[in-house]
């Protein structure tokens, strides 16, 4: 894992000087979208930020199995990480199917907030795009006010999910009868 991990934001701002784009995806799961992004983008260092350590076991699994080296995997709170950026780092970043917080009584636990666009906004380069995607039909309409609480800062529209692999948790959601709601967010930079 050492050769993978990404500890701090100094790290991370010597890094993307290496490569072409930086793209970042926050909350990865089992890792099937980042092995994705990291072969469709091999000259992208592509940032996997995920807290779970099954996920993170199985990312791995897919990084020695496929012969990745193009990604590195930062194991904390990415909010923190983000705070410390000193500067517009990232090209593209992902969020798909962020934990849905479905009781009403946790929805302020959801990462989607004006909050976290703002930050999402300052560490994006010019031309930067937000990738979101949920299963759930009330935070899809949570998203999209959150969004237009932002729209100093990014231009919203709804998208098909097409030509994105499906993840294992949007199967299941597929399973179950659920729609995937995707948004893609284009930062407004002058």
Same mark, same amino acid.
């Given at each position: 894992?050492? *050769?993978? *991990?990404? $500890?701090? +934001?100094?790290e991370l701002s010597e890094l993307v000087q ?8 926050? #909350? ?9 992004? +990291?072969?469709?983008? %091999? ?13 993170? #076991? $199985?990312?791995?699994?897919?990084? $020695?199995?496929?012969?990745? $080296? ?6 904390? =709170? ?19 199917? %962020? =934990?849905?917080? %479905?009781?009403?009584? *946790? *929805?302020?636990?959801?990462? @989607?907030k004006h909050d976290f666009l703002k930050v ?20 899809? =309409?949570? @998203? ?11 231009? @919203? ?5 097409? #030509?994105? %692999?499906?993840?294992?948790? !949007? !199967?299941?959601?597929?399973?179950? #009868?659920?729609?995937?709601h995707t948004f893609l967010l284009k930062v407004?930079?002058?």
């Amino acid at each position: 894992m050492e *050769h993978y *991990h990404l $500890s701090e +934001a100094n790290e991370l701002s010597e890094l993307v000087q290496d490569y072409e784009k930086s793209i970042l995806e926050i #909350g990865f799961g089992n890792g099937e979208n980042t092995t994705y992004l +990291a072969a469709k983008n %091999p000259n992208a260092l592509v940032v996997a930020s995920e807290v779970y350590l099954s996920g993170i #076991g $199985s990312l791995l699994n897919s990084i $020695s199995q496929n012969s990745i $080296s193009n990604i590195k995997i930062y194991d904390d =709170d990415v909010r923190e990480l983000l705070l410390k950026i000193p500067n517009e780092i990232f090209d593209e970043i992902y969020i798909i199917c %962020p =934990d849905p917080w %479905p009781k009403a009584r *946790h *929805h302020k636990r959801r990462i @989607i907030k004006h909050d976290f666009l703002k930050v999402l906004a300052n560490v994006l380069r010019k031309e930067g795009t937000v990738y979101i995607s949920t299963d759930w039909e009330n935070y899809a =309409d949570s @998203i999209e006010e959150e969004a237009e609480k932002s729209k100093e800062d990014f231009l @919203i529209k709804k998208i098909s999910n097409e #030509g994105m %692999p499906i993840t294992r948790f !949007q !199967q299941r959601a597929i399973n179950e #009868g659920r729609s995937i709601h995707t948004f893609l967010l284009k930062v407004l930079k002058k």
